[in-house]
């Protein structure tokens, strides 16, 4: 059996030394890439059960009380709505009672002026 040591030789053809290079340096490449991408999956995996573990935290009540709040914010935003017409309606109101009063007193001032013709 032959001894091994730093001057052995081997005899490999270059074109051998050079695939067997390239293979290697292929396989550190992938072995890389495939860490690199494992990485970003557990990134994302662990940034997404944060996002659920945070929605999560809000309970069936709060989600119940939220929805309310948007119920009831919905009517509020009709009732306003509803009491500024009741606003114009008001002044509509008061022109059509000032309007009618002077209708009155100029039926009462002709009413009058019949009376005073004798009729």
Not at 42 to 50: G, K, S, V
Not at 53 to 58: E, L, P, S, T
């Amino acid at each position: 059996m032959p001894s091994l040591s730093d001057k052995t030789e081997i005899g490999l053809p270059i074109k051998n030394l050079l695939g067997l290079i390239g293979a290697t340096a292929t396989a550190v490449w992938a072995y890389f890439g495939i860490i690199e991408r494992l990485n970003t999956i557990e990134t994302r995996q662990t940034l997404f059960e944060a996002d659920l573990v945070k929605a999560a935290d809000q309970t069936p009540v709060d989600q119940e009380q939220f929805m309310l709040l948007e119920f009831i914010s919905g009517q509020v935003e009709g009732v306003v709505e509803d009491l500024e017409n009741m606003a114009h309606n008001k002044v509509n109101i008061m022109r059509l009672q000032t309007d009618m009063e002077k209708a009155l007193s100029d039926i009462e001032a002709l009413k009058d002026k019949i009376r005073n013709n004798g009729h």
